[in-house]
């Protein structure tokens, strides 16, 4: 496996110097057959260390059959099928244990429709390398943004952050951010057995789980473009559900430490 086009200065030229391992980047589709081959074709150019996993939920539109297209032209593509569409939660957690099975240590999750810029891939790998367990792709840390949002979208996605990191106590800035790249063994200590977040809010599922378990978690800045064909995945269950689980584990983080500080300040008989 070659060296990627950014690494460290010197670590390619240095006399015995390992490969980096290989890292799988999950890109989950649904009906994303106008975006998914400039996707492939951008990441593979940007990353020359990582393998594409297109996770595919039975796209009506023929998404299926292009990736297979894909993968038939392309070694490091690998197309995983699944019966129904079931969500953006689902998806990753299918391709998790794709990539477990497969040795992988490294996992990145990518949108489709080319909002992530592939060639900020590198510098999430990078971030792990340094010894993050999880590097998010940050909008909203000095030297990211958001281009072609209208005000009312940016505006959600700000709110939900400020509402979760208020509930939650994080510190992250960008909770609901869809890149990111995990050690494999660090995700293994998040019960993902117990995950039952669908939409979007599986992101926020594993950021705050993440926290709780002490991972150390960097965020990377990034540019998100908004998407320049397809529809958005973007509903209004989606935001129910986040909004509903947010303030449920919000209130549960908050009871729990209530009766911490209370059994601390006990006096006993």
């Known amino acids: 496996m070659s060296q990627t086009p950014d690494r460290h200065a010197g670590d ?34 940007g990353c020359d260390r990582c393998d594409l996993l ?22 490091r593509v690998h197309v ?15 391709a998790f244990a794709w990539a477990a099975e497969r040795g992988y240590r490294t996992v990145v999750e ?16 990078d971030a792990l390398a340094a010894g993050a367990d999880l590097a998010i792709g940050s909008r909203y840390v000095p030297g990211g943004s958001v281009r072609n949002w209208p005000a009312h979208r940016l ?29 494999l063994d660090a995700l293994q200590k998040l019960r993902l057995d117990t995950v ?3 939409g979007y809010c599986f992101q926020i599922d594993l950021t705050w789980r993440a926290v709780k378990n002490g991972l150390d978690i ?6 998100f473009t908004e998407r320049r064909a397809g529809a958005s995945k973007m509903s209004g269950a989606i935001t129910v559900e986040a909004l509903w689980n947010v303030t449920r584990w919000g209130l549960a983080h908050r009871t729990r430490r209530l009766r911490r500080a209370f059994g601390r300040g006990r006096i006993e008989p």
Do not use: C, F, W
């Open 12 to 45: 390619s030229d240095r006399p015995g110097a390992a490969a980096p391992e290989p890292a799988i980047v999950a890109v989950p589709t649904y009906n994303e057959r106008d975006n998914i081959e400039a996707t492939v074709q951008a990441a593979l150019a």
């Open 54 to 75: 297109i996770v595919d939920d039975s796209s009506p539109d023929g998404t299926g059959d292009l990736a297979d297209a894909l993968a038939a032209a392309h070694p």
């Open 80 to 94: 995983l099928h699944r019966t129904e569409k079931q969500g953006l939660g689902a998806a990753y957690l299918a």
């Open 110 to 125: 990518m949108d489709a429709d080319g909002s992530h810029d592939p060639a900020d891939l590198p510098r999430l790998l």
């Open 155 to 183: 505006a959600l996605s700000r709110g939900a952050g400020i509402y979760t990191r208020a509930m939650l106590g994080l510190r992250v800035q960008d909770v609901t951010a869809g890149y990111r790249a995990y050690r």
């Open 196 to 198: 039952d977040s669908v």
């Open 218 to 223: 960097r965020e990377v800045p990034i540019v």
